[in-house]
């Protein structure tokens, strides 16, 4: 088993202008464009705590928040809260700021979840995370409600099984 490593390891910012060509006709960034940058630098992290090549394994929720303007500069932090036999889960935020008008807004987060492969595309074992500060640990401890509800959304578990997420959500548990 590889040697555990710390959430801060893996931490990524990245940072984006939003061009004319990035934006849609009303000179806004485009959503797909957005999702792209988000996946490169959530794709980062998870190489940083990995050391390895890693897919997209899923995309949680992304609402758009904030329309990010063109000119805009966009900035991503992305951080692996938790991982999983050969799964990570990595949770971004984005900002952008028009930075004349000295205006800084969150526009994003959302949850990817990526996954360690070895030169043949087959899953292989990453480190396990440790959280340090609260905020990481909060979100260490509900990376396995969510994981849970990934995998019963896509078909992979069954609901009576996810013990985690049925405790959180009061739901089928006796007392």
């Not at 984006?16 to 959530?42: Q, S």
Request: glycine share 4%; proline share 5%; charged share 25%.
């Amino acid at each position: 088993m590889p040697k555990p490593k710390y959430a801060r390891d893996s931490m990524t910012v990245m940072t984006e202008m939003v061009l004319p060509n990035d934006t849609n006709t009303l000179n806004n960034l485009m959503g797909g464009r957005l999702l792209h940058f988000m996946d490169i630098a959530a794709a980062i992290a998870a190489q940083k705590h990995s050391n390895r090549i890693v897919v997209t394994a899923s995309v949680d929720n992304v609402s758009f928040a904030e329309p990010i303007r063109l000119g805009n500069i966009v900035t991503m932090k992305a951080q692996v809260t938790r991982a999983f036999n050969s799964s990570m889960e990595v949770y971004i935020e984005v900002w952008a700021e028009d930075i004349p008008a000295g205006i800084r807004v969150s526009t994003n987060s959302a949850y990817y979840t990526f996954v360690a492969v070895d030169q043949s595309g087959r899953p292989i074992e990453v480190p396990a995370v440790t959280p340090e500060t609260d905020e990481e640990k909060e979100r260490y401890i509900s990376a396995l409600r969510r994981r849970q509800l990934r995998l019963v959304l896509a078909g992979r578990m069954n609901p009576h099984d996810a013990t985690e997420l049925r405790e959180y959500l009061n739901v089928g548990v006796k007392e």
